[in-house]
């Protein structure tokens, strides 16, 4: 089969999480066209030698507690200097230009693929984690409402075939068009021999003066090593058990050895943890999807969230590490079922023998 998938270029956990995608696809001897943005184009020409890759622009789509802010998404539009209907046009031409149109497309909460598939009326497959919030309770959380990702999903994706959710977290939902499946993540190893260390991961997104906060207060733990993970240079004086790199491909084995994470409250990367037993410390980013993902945490009893970011708090949570760690060991054995593999091929055998 031709497929074209669309992966968006906004954090690491769409793309991590079409990584394995791909790979799986590519295993079965299927054709893969990428679209995505700038900055993930360099990873998947390197990544995947044999497969083509097209440029992609998203729109910046505001929202606040009442859901779409059209002024501000206007601000921002205007900002960004980007005719975004041309770059559909342009997306699309150049799609055509290769050929046969793809035989099913597959998007992760990337809005031009799905557009392409209403227009050449293409099957569409809504590979994500995002559209569990359709499903979801209306909760507010703090100052945030669901509704930011309820109609933030219906305007990219009004339509779709099938979709399957990506969860680390029990969803009923009775839709035979919607599966939930488990983490669509990188296999990690279980280590039982690990390193001495704390694994702390700053987003790329936000420059925080709860990082400062809690460096102060890691730099008074000695019976660790830290090591944390930030694009920032911070330039106080810390204790030499604290270590600071960049992002790289270090991050796996150094999530592998971890004691525990202290983290944002990305779904990818809570996934991952969780996959290999690594308690959970989390400062969530200022969106509703990562409150509710740190909501979660706490629900399940796999970790907790920071409240005060005090030494005593965080003492408190690495001494509860081992409770924590036996939890996600009975949490995966009692919830994850739906093997994501099995059920992507089910879908696109449907669509190939029709």
């Known amino acids: 089969m031709k497929i074209l998938i669309g ?91 290769m050929g046969k149109n793809p035989d099913i497309v597959i998007t992760d909460y990337e809005p031009n693929v799905a557009q392409y598939s209403y227009a050449a009326n293409i099957p569409l497959i809504c590979m994500e984690q995002q559209s569990k919030f359709l499903y979801l309770e209306d909760d507010k959380i703090k100052k945030f409402s669901i509704l930011e990702e309820k109609l933030r999903i219906n305007y990219f994706f009004p339509k779709y075939d099938y979709k399957i959710i990506s969860s680390f977290f029990p969803i009923k939902i009775k839709d035979r068009k919607v599966k939930i499946v488990t983490p669509i993540i990188t296999n990690l190893k279980i280590k039982t ?111 907790e969230i920071a409240k005060c970011k005090s030494l005593n708090e965080v003492k408190k949570f690495i001494s509860k590490v081992p409770i924590y760690s036996e939890q996600m060991k009975k949490f995966r054995k009692k919830y994850y079922k739906n093997n994501w593999q099995k059920c992507l091929l089910g879908v696109l055998n449907d669509y190939k023998f029709k």
């Not at 995608?21 to 590519?26: A, H, N, T």
């Not at 809690?214 to 090593?225: E, M, R």
């Not at 270590?243 to 779904?267: P, Q, R, V």
Request: net charge neutral; hydrophobic share 35%; with cysteine.
């Open 7 to 97: 992966v968006c270029g906004i954090g690491n956990g769409h793309l991590s999480r079409q990584t394995n995608v791909i790979d799986f696809l590519l295993s079965m001897g299927n054709e893969i066209i990428v679209a995505t943005t700038s900055n993930n184009l360099r990873y998947f020409e390197k990544k995947f030698k044999n497969i083509k890759v097209i440029e992609i622009k998203i729109p910046w789509i505001s929202c606040n507690s009442n859901g779409i802010d059209f002024e501000q998404s206007l601000e921002k539009y205007e900002q960004s200097n980007i005719d975004q209907f041309k770059s559909f046009l342009e997306f699309s031409i150049n799609l055509q230009n």
């Open 193 to 303: 021999n690990k390193k001495n260390h704390i694994l702390v991961y700053f987003s790329p997104y936000e420059n925080s003066q709860d990082y400062v906060k809690l460096l102060n207060n890691l730099n008074n733990i000695h019976n660790f090593s830290i090591i944390v993970y930030t694009k920032e240079n911070f330039k106080s004086n810390y204790s030499n058990n604290i270590i600071f790199k960049k992002y790289s491909d270090e991050f796996k084995n150094d999530l592998e050895n971890a004691y525990c994470l202290i983290s944002t409250a990305g779904h990818q990367l809570l996934s991952e943890a969780i996959s290999i037993n690594i308690p959970l410390y989390l400062i969530p980013l200022n969106t509703y999807e990562q409150h509710y993902n740190a909501k979660m945490i706490e629900k399940y009893h796999l970790g």
